[in-house]
């Protein structure tokens, strides 16, 4: 598999993170809304649960996620030859696994924004579901090679 067609999958990680901060919003809302914590309509809880996780991903995440991609573009494009193999990627994926992790726990200790922890399985989903799709990728071309 070649170094480009790795780099091209990274807007499934974006996707990913857009899709599981949606969902994290959604739950904490009816979370509380059922503890009682909340008087509003059920309507309003998905409303701003989801509209509102959604305004806030492009608002408050253009701080962090055009970083978090172009970090992603870097590692790949530095660690990552021309030909790479499903190994090589594991390994990178797992060591930007790594990093993003350490970053999020950092950011969350030193600034005391403990919603920043929610990033650290959204984005080890995000580079698992990567993963199957370029080793799916990689099983196709080489089916159709043969």
Sequence with gaps: MTRSAILRTNLSVFLTILLGFIAVGLITEFYEYV????NKALINVFLIGVLGSFFSFFTYGLLFWPALLIFNFLVEGIVLKKQVSLLDIKYVFVIESVLVTCISVIIAANYHKFYWLCLIPLYISAEIIRFKVVA???????AGKL
């Design 136 to 142: 799916k990728n990689q099983r196709q071309l080489l």
């Design 35 to 38: 503890l009682g914590a909340s």
